[in-house]
């Protein structure tokens, strides 16, 4: 744990500790979740989709590392507010005062260089501490879906308070041509493993992403342009990195309704990636109404999936309006949004539920070799745009 995070951990300690909540509210769950047969579930897996277009994209543009982009951060993130009370509260922050009012550009997924790397030299890729979040924004206020982004904060003593937003793209033309064009899905949950970032695209599986490769872009031109303009020019709504997808994970499912991805987790403890879906027990429009589901997805041996890769294993949820899941070391915890409940199971211990935050968004494990685990989550609401770390024994883990 960096020297950054214990202070921040004693600040934010000291300013909440008198209106934290001795222990979060629990009580034994009605019913827990039902094995579901883990053959139905699989993934074909190609990591390569894109390389010829991104092989050009890179001679035109040339990339940015890990450290360059934060080297070039330019926002700065704040403390969470005094108000912000939740048990086993551990530390957090918040985006810029324009970040967490922005009426159309929304957080999501959230994992760190933790997952990527390791509890190992502080858990730094390529010499930083990072949480990493994901977002979606939409054309307006009240508009569609129009592209996404994340965002890089930094989050290690040697370093400021910084971060930097990275728009994410989809390569388009050809090796002679190569262009690029916004990725307008909701980056509802995303893991970060290795040197790749997983996004999740709800009706489809997840999209890949190498963090290696992070293209230089022209920050010029006006806020809607992107992709190529003339010659050597492209321009990506003003952002000055773009993070190109390299492949794409693709979800199957033999035996009733595909899977909705709607959020996703790391477990390094299996070493692989655990979603869940947000549904409706019945009067939604926009959801499917009906139980939802979470899969557990294996890597192969090489730390990526295989090019056809079974689940290990599947569960039915007894939970609705699920957006967030974490699995570490055969525990499991769902955060509820409209429930503003997170819950969490265990196959031996069966299941608890615990008071959580409203507008609650995914949920990251944050192994430590020195300090407690904790678990990572953040609130989408604009103007409470909270990124919160709780200690995971406050919430069932032991």
């Not at 951990?9 to 000291?14: E, L, R």
């Not at 790397?117 to 890729?125: D, E, H, M, Q, R």
């Not at 079974?310 to 915890?333: C, D, E, F, I, M």
């Amino acid at each position: 744990m960096s020297l950054r995070h214990r202070l921040l951990n004693a600040a934010v300690g000291a300013s909440v500790l008198a209106s934290l909540v001795a222990a979060p509210s629990s009580a034994l769950a009605a019913a827990g979740p039902t094995t579901l047969p883990a053959s139905q579930y699989t993934l074909t897996a190609n990591y390569n989709q894109f390389d010829t277009v991104n092989s050009a994209l890179v001679s035109k543009l040339g990339t940015a590392a890990v450290h360059t982009v934060m080297d070039n951060a330019n926002h700065d993130r704040t403390a969470l507010p005094s108000s912000f009370s939740l048990a086993g509260l551990s530390t957090g922050f918040r985006f810029d005062s324009g970040d967490n009012s922005d009426c159309a550009n929304y957080p999501q997924g959230i994992t760190t260089s933790r997952d990527a790397v390791g509890t190992a030299n502080s858990g730094n890729y390529d010499g930083h501490q990072l949480v990493l979040v994901s977002w979606y924004t939409k054309d307006g206020c009240d508009g569609a879906q129009a592209r996404s982004r994340i965002t890089l904060v930094d989050w290690d003593a040697t370093y400021p308070n910084k971060y930097r937003k990275v728009l994410l793209v989809e390569p388009t033309g050809t090796a002679a041509a190569p262009d690029f064009k916004d990725i307008p899905i909701h980056a509802g949950g995303v893991s970060w493993y290795g040197d790749y970032l997983y996004v999740a695209d709800t009706g489809k599986g997840m999209r890949v992403f190498d963090m290696r490769k992070i293209l230089k872009t022209d920050t010029g031109g006006t806020a809607d342009q992107i992709g190529h303009q003339t010659g050597s020019t492209y321009y990506a709504h003003n952002y000055a990195y773009v993070l190109p997808q390299v492949g794409s994970i693709t979800s199957k499912t033999t035996s009733g309704t595909n899977l909705a991805w709607s959020s996703i987790s790391l477990d390094r403890v299996s070493k692989s990636i655990v979603m869940t879906e947000y549904t409706c027990s019945s009067g939604c429009t926009d959801y499917p109404n009906r139980a939802p589901r979470a899969i557990r997805y294996p890597f192969a041996s090489s730390g990526t999936f295989a090019a056809t890769t079974t689940a290990s294993q599947a569960l039915q949820l007894p939970w609705y309006k699920l957006n967030g899941v974490a699995s570490h070391n055969g525990r499991w915890w769902f955060n509820s949004s409209g429930q503003k409940q997170l819950y969490y199971w265990t196959p031996s211990a069966g299941s608890s539920t615990f008071s959580w935050v409203g507008s609650g968004e995914s949920l990251s494990y944050w192994e430590d070799d020195t300090s407690a685990d904790l678990l990572w989550s953040l609130q989408e609401g604009a103007g409470n745009r909270n990124v919160f770390a709780v200690t995971q024994a406050t919430y069932g883990g032991g």
